[in-house]
């Protein structure tokens, strides 16, 4: 008896109406990306290990699904090797290749091979599947897609305000609300360095995190545990019970941080980030939160991220400035910045909400049905001509009992059925039906073509 097929856990088919959902996300981010100069690359699936390995930390080389070397796989690897069981060491010898695990490394290798060819500041989007050997669960999988685009090469603040205006502009174009929200790594750097705690840094940003969540007492709580100081948790008390507009939080901050010359440049970055949002306009709201500590130990400066409003769902887009994209492949002193489109729950939210443009997920809107030789071909060149208009256009392949051909029209959506027997060749016509309404008529080319346009 034959196995029955299935797939790897953490991996999905996708139907054509799924897929026709998902293009129609990709389309419309790829659209916005190439609105404001970003240039499309790609990558390869695989990279060497050598290019994927140490760059995601320890538990991030965990995660990385690693390729059996072609051929004689074994040729490195002795008995010995095998008898000590030593995990790493085999995959080294059995493995020089690996899936990559997200588009940045991937982009930084890019940036180093082929820095002569590139036209600084580079503008680059990469929309690909990634893969990572995780856990899945609901809403987490083992190959997703990453919707990314970064700009290396200049350390101009301008970006940043561009970045956050594509945002709004796709966000927009989908009728998702949502809460753009703004950070900076220099202020969570400052903050810990006015409180005398410059080396707990992550500690304080996790606990603050968590402000929402669980209120400012256990926020405090979890400090003290953390062996923060209560001279430290004292001083952080205005900051963490700030509230008001942007503009009066950042004047919170910048009392707070008048001693730190990193806090100050991060409250000036921020402030000219939202005062210039503020000047073109965008829809979308714009909000200072120094909760968000996304990318700690990769960020530099400004952090971004990107929540929707009306419906319960994590992060659906984030990003950040990094100062030393490609100082892991000996090219230092690269800034950047970028954001990553969350595509697979941007899926979820538009599902959500049932925001899918009709005309975005359509498949054909007319079908010749096939009588037989004769009749097909006289429908052929109308076929031909629907198509040529712009209408998506399908002509039966077999000449089935009429009852089978509507009900494949039925199956797949299509709104109008054309039908040409010897009456119709006769007068050089089509009888058009309607699926909806079961309304029919006879009608020319010409008319055909009008009718099906304006549904």
């Known amino acids: 008896m034959a196995q029955k097929p299935n797939i790897p856990k953490g991996t999905r088919d996708f139907s054509p109406a799924e897929m026709a959902k998902r293009n129609y996300i990709f389309n419309t981010i790829r659209s916005v990306f190439a609105l404001y100069g970003?240039?499309?690359?790609?990558?390869?699936?695989?990279?060497?290990?050598?290019?994927?390995?140490?760059?995601?930390?320890?538990?991030?080389?965990?995660?990385?699904?690693?390729?059996?070397?072609?051929?004689?796989?074994?040729?490195?690897?002795?008995?010995?090797?095998?008898?000590?069981?030593?995990?790493l060491l085999l995959s080294s010898r059995l493995c020089e290749k690996g899936l990559r695990y997200d588009l940045t490394v991937p982009f930084a290798r890019y940036v180093v091979m082929h820095r002569d060819e590139l036209q600084m500041p580079f503008k680059r989007y990469q929309i690909q599947p990634v893969w990572r050997a995780d856990r899945p669960q609901k809403g987490r999988y083992r190959e997703f897609y990453q919707c990314d685009a970064d700009v290396v090469g200049s350390d101009s603040l301008?970006?940043?305000?561009?970045?956050?205006?594509?945002?709004?502009?796709?966000?927009?174009?989908?009728?998702i609300k949502v809460a753009i929200k703004i950070n900076n790594r220099k202020i969570l750097t400052g903050i810990a360095e006015v409180i005398g705690e410059a080396d707990r840094i992550v500690d304080i940003t996790v606990a603050i995190d968590k402000l929402d969540k669980i209120g400012v007492e256990k926020v405090n709580e979890e400090l003290r545990a953390d062996g923060i100081s209560e001279m430290a948790i004292a001083k952080l008390q205005p900051i963490i019970n700030m509230k008001g507009t942007n503009s009066e939080k950042l004047s919170v901050i910048a009392e707070v941080l008048s001693e730190s010359e990193v806090g100050m440049k991060g409250v000036e970055e921020t402030r000219y980030i939202l005062d210039m949002l503020m000047s073109v306009g965008v829809e979308n709201v714009v909000e200072f939160d120094l909760t968000l500590a996304r990318g700690l130990n990769y960020y530099t400066g400004a952090i971004f991220e990107v929540k929707a409003l009306d419906t319960p769902m994590g992060s659906i887009t984030g990003g950040g400035r990094y100062d030393n994209l490609t100082g892991i492949f000996g090219m230092p002193g690269l800034s950047g910045v970028g954001i990553s489109f969350g595509a697979d729950r941007i899926f979820d939210v538009l599902n959500?909400?049932?925001?899918?443009?009709?005309?975005?997920?359509?498949?054909?809107?007319?079908?010749?049905?096939?009588?037989?030789?004769k009749e097909i071909a006289f429908c052929m060149p109308m076929a031909a001509e629907a198509r040529a208009a712009g209408l998506r256009t399908e002509l039966y392949p077999d000449a089935s009992k009429i009852k089978k051909q509507m009900a494949y029209a039925n199956a797949k959506g299509?709104?109008?059925?054309?039908?040409?027997?010897?009456?119709?060749?006769?007068?050089?016509?089509?009888?058009l039906k309607d699926m909806h309404t079961g309304e029919q008529q006879m009608v020319s080319v010409s008319e055909l073509l009008d009718i099906v346009k304006g549904s």
Request: aromatic fraction near 10%; glycine fraction near 10%.
């Open 414 to 431: 299509i709104r109008y059925v054309a039908m040409a027997g010897e009456n119709e060749i006769a007068q050089g016509m089509v009888t």
């Open 158 to 175: 301008l970006n940043e305000v561009e970045l956050m205006q594509m945002v709004d502009t796709v966000f927009c174009r989908f009728g």
């Open 38 to 87: 970003y240039q499309q690359i790609e990558t390869p699936a695989m990279e060497t290990l050598q290019t994927l390995m140490g760059k995601y930390g320890e538990e991030g080389d965990k995660l990385l699904f690693k390729i059996l070397n072609s051929g004689d796989y074994l040729a490195k690897v002795t008995d010995d090797d095998i008898q000590g069981r030593n995990s």
């Open 352 to 373: 959500a909400l049932d925001l899918y443009p009709k005309d975005a997920i359509d498949g054909s809107q007319l079908l010749f049905i096939n009588f037989g030789e």
